[in-house]
């Protein structure tokens, strides 16, 4: 088996690089196509292809570090568990409303595989969220239950409230698992 070597400094750099301009693209539902993402990271078309052989395969990097910024963001230790939890989902809808053209770009672009790797990253996160807030099931109050409502609210950005009706049904999913 051969060894995998650290990334040199200036290789991640660019990588970063490529993948902070197909995010900003991302997310402005902007049509590019896939070598200006090179000029828009300011690196050649080379560097491009090195680190992402096809427009999915950097689409799938943004999907991955959104999630993993998502989940990395899941615990303060300012915060009680219950805060922690209550946080998440919160910031979670607000990450939704602020990044609608994104979500629906890496919906349409990103491996379903992928998007099943992320999903399951977040679910794990919620899980643990939950438990450590003593948010037992009950109810119905599952974690897929949880993730269900997370599901809706994202794949509801046609709606002309889709912004306020989103806060008012986290808040709707806390108050009634709070209840629980």
Do not use: K
């Not at 650290?6 to 991302?26: G, Y």
């Amino acid at each position: 088996m051969a060894e995998v070597r650290p990334m040199r400094a200036d290789a991640r750099r660019n990588r970063d690089a490529i993948v902070a301009a197909a995010r900003d693209v991302f997310d402005h539902d902007e049509q590019l196509r896939f070598d200006d993402f090179a000029a828009r990271a300011g690196v050649g078309v080379g560097t491009l292809y090195r680190h992402f052989p096809t427009r999915e395969a950097l689409a799938a990097a943004v999907y991955e570090g959104e999630v993993a910024a998502l989940c990395d963001q899941a615990r303060d230790p300012a915060r009680s568990a219950g805060e922690d939890f209550d946080a998440f989902l919160r910031g979670f809808v607000e990450y939704l409303v602020a990044h609608a053209g994104l979500g629906r770009t890496l919906a349409a672009v990103v491996d379903p595989a992928v998007l099943s790797d992320g999903g399951i990253r977040l679910e794990s996160t919620v899980a643990d969220l939950m438990a450590r807030a003593g948010i037992h099931v009950a109810d119905g109050a599952s974690v897929g239950a949880v993730m269900i409502v997370l599901h809706g609210i994202g794949s509801t950005t046609d709606r002309p409230l889709w912004a306020s009706e989103s806060r008012a049904a986290v808040e709707l999913l806390l108050a009634g698992l709070h209840r629980a």
